[in-house]
């Protein structure tokens, strides 16, 4: 014939020819089985109707190269036998924390380090830019062993079924579909404050409510409510979605309200919505975490919300579908449902039938990598209005707004390849943050504790330095003298790792049968020093004490270091993604109804988001994560609203005698402070990358 030719295909053929064309690829055995019982593979016709769903959802789709997800596990191995890939390969780790890409290009790289980690007896290995710390095994390093580059088991027969998720828009080109603003809602917004508050909103939370009310009647699709950490951003939320559920027409919503929050953050909203309002606010709650029960009695795990598999176990498997009961949802009459972001993307399709009124994304932060499973499951939603919450608005590029925005108010700034010109990385980045503040102030409100808080008790950064002992120091200039010469990005990013390590302390993993070798262990890193020293002085005052610390081999090394120099009677508690988010609350609890001088060791990922830890009146930050915001957020944990006491937080810095400004310490307390100092006048990123990183450690030093 020649040329080329159109062909229009029904949507749901689409789907089925979309999984037909990934099993021609699998072996002859796979494609028999595929032939002999097709429909254990294909989405049954009525497994995909776009009328069900939002106008950005097209269609069903695998899920994209190097996005295999694993099962999320709190304890050593996070890659079990049996998880799930994709063809393509590429791994998601899932830790508490969230999710880590690891593309397939990464996996000999993540092998030979785990590998590396489990030789040297460590527990755990340093991944990514923001050095996360990832639990490691020996049965974890014999798995990772077994996986090709591409992620599949070697001498693996057959194509497993792949992973299937909603197809959406993704607005990287095209926006003909987009809309950021409608009609007007109608009515009168006022001043915002619904009936049946508990407590007097803040002026600044009165300006919130205030703008958001307005945002509604004026027919946006959502709005950014990104103030810094403190201020009362779920207040705020719960207080607007009271305001705006009387407004919502029940006919046309099967949920008025729909709350999407970190796992760890759930009892929050429990305890925000049972403390701040009225019984009759809200009073029918549906709670909609499926591996959990409620938390309180009038919260209601709805039948309908727990899900049931319908067609089979190998229907189930190929569309991760569990069906909810539409009906049985509406005739709930519910007022909100309270869920976790791993719930709405491991049931994406269910979640994605339910139309909603306004639903409220908590650290939305987590959806900014718009690429990522939990980000395109939440982005497939059918919403009204949706409500961004979050004091981070951009960590690591400008683009991470934009993926903010393309939930809350799609086509507002433009497609990503529009955006990514108008607000490049190459320019000034004081001007084009300046410049997207001002576009963005029609939907975002960010306001600091400093401009909002004027009355807030005062917070001390305390900055103390002290050069390494001399075994500290040897280790330290032991491993610069031997990097390999003109070695490669990875060989300095390992360098980088272990400087960083040795920093804390040369010995992270230590045993204590004495108060004596506590003081031995104690002399030999610089920062532990200073920091017994500040620790001696807050328990002799009785202060409640956070220590954040990223390394999980030095966290039960520190908390048996605290019982027996503080003569405490039990290891010093640790909130770190290796204990459940469900026992993590019992933890905070314990420590807030102690008395007297009672620390607290946090890991920064854990620990450093949501919680409410005014408890506390002192910080140690043993180890500081590379983004001033995720510092920022670490620090607000107890300088926040409902704090009556001046907080200090102090900062330990090793340096090297007679060399002053060349160690990882003082190197990275420059970078953060230059960062910290932008985001905080302006919208720009606050994380450092790699390349930064490195770049700033061979300034006027030895690196």
């Not at 996996?107 to 340093?126: F, H, N, Y």
């Not at 580059?149 to 792949?162: A, D, F, I, S």
């Not at 619904?194 to 009647?217: D, I, M, N, Y």
């Not at 039948?303 to 229907?315: C, I, Q, S, W």
Request: glycine share 8%; proline share 7%; net charge negative.
């Amino acid at each position: 014939m020649g040329g080329r030719a159109n062909v229009i295909v029904d949507p749901d053929a689409a789907a089925n020819m979309n999984i037909i064309a990934l099993f021609s690829q699998a072996d002859p055995e796979t494609r028999a089985r595929f032939v002999e019982n097709p429909e254990a593979f294909l989405p049954y016709p009525d497994a995909f109707d776009e009328r069900d769903y939002a106008a950005r959802v097209i269609g069903i789709v695998a899920a994209p190269r190097g996005a295999a997800a694993t099962e999320r596990s709190t304890q050593q191995s996070w890659l079990p036998d049996d998880a799930p890939e994709l063809p393509g390969g590429g791994l998601v780790i899932q830790l508490a924390e969230g999710e880590i890409l690891v593309p397939d290009g990464e996996i000999p790289k993540l092998r030979k380090a785990v590998k590396e980690a489990v030789d040297r007896g460590e527990t755990t290995v340093q991944w990514g830019p923001e050095g996360t710390s990832i639990p490691v095994s020996a049965a974890l390093a014999e798995q990772l062993g077994k996986l090709t580059p591409n992620g599949h088991p070697t001498g693996e027969k057959g194509l497993k079924q792949p992973l299937l998720i909603l197809q959406i828009r993704e607005n990287n080109i095209d926006l003909s579909w987009a809309r950021h603003r409608g009609a007007a809602r109608g009515g009168e917004p006022g001043d915002g404050l619904p009936a049946g508050l508990r407590v007097e909103p803040k002026p600044h939370q009165r300006e919130a409510l205030a703008w958001l009310s307005q945002r509604w009647t004026e027919g946006w699709s959502g709005a950014l409510l990104c103030d810094d950490m403190g201020l009362g951003k779920t207040f705020q939320a719960l207080a607007f979605a009271a305001w705006v559920r009387p407004r919502i027409d029940p006919a046309t919503v099967h949920v008025p309200i729909l709350v999407v929050a970190p796992t760890s953050l759930l009892p929050a909203w429990v305890r925000e919505l049972e403390d701040r309002f009225e019984p009759n606010v809200l009073p029918r709650v549906g709670w909609g975490h499926l591996a959990a029960d409620p938390p309180r009695s009038r919260w209601r795990a709805i039948e309908p919300l727990r899900g049931y598999v319908e067609g089979g176990a190998a229907r189930a498997a190929v569309l991760t579908e569990n069906r909810f009961d539409i009906e049985a949802i509406r005739a709930a009459n519910l007022d909100v449902v309270v869920t976790n972001y791993e719930t709405i993307r491991r049931y994406q399709f269910s979640f994605g039938k339910l139309r909603v009124g306004v639903i409220i994304l908590d650290e939305a932060q987590g959806i900014k990598n718009d690429t990522s499973l939990q980000s395109r499951a939440a982005r497939a939603m059918n919403y009204d209005f949706g409500l961004i919450l979050t004091g981070t608005p951009i960590e690591n590029s400008w683009r991470d707004l934009w993926t903010l925005c393309d939930f809350a108010v799609p086509g507002y700034l433009g497609s990503a390849a529009e955006f990514m010109r108008s607000y490049p990385d190459t320019e000034d980045r004081a001007a084009v943050g300046q410049r997207l503040s001002t576009r963005v102030e029609d939907v975002l409100m960010r306001r600091t504790r400093a401009v909002a808080l004027p009355g807030l008790p005062s917070l001390t950064l305390d900055r103390e330095a002290e050069p390494m002992p001399p075994l500290q120091a040897e280790l330290y200039l032991h491993a610069v003298r031997n990097r390999k010469q003109g070695g490669s990005r990875q060989v300095m990013l390992g360098l980088l790792q272990r400087l960083a390590a040795i920093s804390l302390h040369p010995r992270q993993q230590a045993e204590f049968h004495s108060r004596a070798d506590v003081a031995d262990w104690v002399a030999e890193s610089a920062r532990t020093r200073i920091a017994w020293r500040w620790l001696d002085r807050y328990a002799a005052e009785g202060h409640a004490v956070l220590l954040f610390v990223r390394s999980r081999a030095a966290q039960p090394t520190l908390s048996r270091a605290l019982r027996r120099w503080f003569d405490l009677p039990e290891d010093v508690p640790v909130l770190s993604g290796e204990v459940d988010a469900e026992d993590r609350p019992e933890i905070v609890d314990r420590v807030r109804s102690g008395q007297g001088f009672r620390p607290l060791i946090i890991s920064p990922g854990v620990g450093g988001v949501g919680w409410n830890l005014q408890f506390a009146t002192r910080a140690l930050l043993l180890e500081r994560p590379y983004n001033p915001a995720v510092e920022a957020q670490m620090v607000a944990r107890i300088h926040r609203l409902g704090q009556e006491q001046d907080v200090r937080v102090g900062i330990p810095l090793a340096t090297l005698d007679g060399r002053p400004g060349v160690t990882f310490d003082e190197k990275l307390d420059g970078l953060l402070a230059a960062k910290s100092e932008l985001a905080t006048t302006v919208l720009a990123p606050s994380a450092s990358g790699d390349d930064e990183l490195l770049w700033t450690m061979g300034q006027g030093g030895d690196f």
